[in-house]
Structure formats: C-alpha cells, structure tokens
C-alpha cells in the first residue's frame, strides 16, 4: 500500500534554531500534501496545503514566514520551523493525497515528528 | 466554515460490549468519510472509510453507516477487546480535503 515516510520522527532544537522535517511518498506520487500540528489531547490542526510545484496555501493563523513549506516534487515535501520558540513544541504529521489504480484516492500519513523546543 | 461534531468526547465500555461514536458534518457535498484510530505518539490509522454512494460498511467487528440526509455517520465497533483503546477521529472531505472532529478517547474496561 501506500506508504509517506516522514523524518526525524523526534527532535529537540534549542530556542532560535530551525527544524526541517521531511515527507516522502514511497511509492506513489504526491500531488498535494498537508501538514498537520496536534497538540495533547487534541485533534489535528491543518496547518498548509501544498501542490508539487506551487506555494502552499496556509490557514488562517499559520504564519507562513515561520513555517516554510517546500513541495518541490512530487515525492518530497519538507516543512521547515524557523526560529523555533518553545510553544512550537508539538507532534507535527504530514499527510499526502494520492491518487492510484482504479480511480481511488487516499490520504496516506507519516508517522509524525515529536518536536521539543528547549 | 465547514466542520465537523463529535461526540462523545469520552465513551467508557465494558470489555465485550459494542461502542458507538457519531459524527455530524455540514458540507453536503461531501463524498469520503473515513474513521481513524489514533494510539498516544503515533500517526492517525484509517480503520474504515465509508464513501457517499454506500449506506453501511463492515469489516469485522467494524462499521460504518453513513446517512446523507441527516449528514451524519457513526462508528460501531462490537465486541471490544482492550487493543481498542485509543482516540479515534471521523472526518470528512470538502474540496480534497479532511475536516476532523476533535476525537472520541475509548477506554476498554476489562
């Protein structure tokens, strides 16, 4: 089946530093990918959406210039935490939408990345 | 916006016994409406996922029924066993993307 690979699955940055975490689709073609943030005991928050080839659409509250999305082909994404503070610690998940055989279409997740500012 | 209600929140059942979530939703163009099982520190797991043109949908101890009048759709899981416990989520798609509830904590009692 469909598999994203999502690295490093945990990490801890000192304040002021940036993070990048990266996404793979394995084996099957990405063509828009989301990036979630879940905080404990809380259910996903949409963060982005991104298309190969394009700048990702952020929601609302999501600062763009803190959180750069790269989707620059149609396996790879990687969101990237700039100047990380402590209450950007958080499990951050990615998700692609891919479509295959048959005419299906699927979200497929990474497996998340535990981020720890200190 | 579009979203999504949940409920409930916290549903406690006895080891054996069937457990229910249900979900609302307000876009009626909606056409996937899957169910995830979220265990602590891991990625969400799509147990079953149900789509417009079908009412009901079971594998196993699993189900999902889906009515597109009322907008609403339910997870029934039978026969529980301890490995259910975990946060389960419903969502739903609007414009090829997933509107999440805020999540049911199921707590298998033995």
């Known amino acids: 089946g469909a598999v994203v690979s999502q690295h490093p699955s945990w990490v801890i940055c000192k304040s002021g530093t940036s993070v990048k975490i990266e996404c793979r689709s394995l084996d099957f073609q990405a063509t828009t990918m989301f990036w979630y943030r879940q905080f404990p005991k809380q259910s996903l928050m949409l963060m982005a959406t991104s298309n190969e080839g394009s700048k990702a659409t952020y929601e609302q509250g999501v600062e763009k210039d803190k959180f750069l999305i790269n989707h620059a082909s149609l396996t790879l994404s990687t969101l990237t935490v700039t100047s990380a503070h402590p209450e950007d610690s958080s499990f951050y998940i990615c998700s692609a939408l891919g479509e295959w055989g048959g005419g299906g279409y699927g979200y497929t997740f990474g497996s998340g990345t535990r981020l720890t500012v200190v | 916006g579009e979203n999504v209600e949940q409920h409930p929140s916290t549903l406690s059942v006895q080891e054996g016994d069937s457990a229910v979530i249900k979900c609302t939703y307000s876009?009626?163009?909606?056409?996937?409406f899957p169910w995830y099982k979220q265990e602590l520190g891991k990625r969400p797991q799509l147990i079953i996922d149900i789509r417009s043109n079908v009412g009901e949908k079971k594998d196993q101890r699993i189900a999902v029924t889906l009515n597109k009048t009322a907008k609403h759709f339910s997870l029934h899981i039978t026969e529980t066993q301890p490995e259910d416990s975990a946060v389960y989520f419903c969502a739903h798609d609007s414009n090829y993307q997933l509107i999440w509830g805020a999540g049911t904590k199921l707590i298998i009692k033995p």
């Open positions: 876009d009626s163009a909606s056409n996937y």
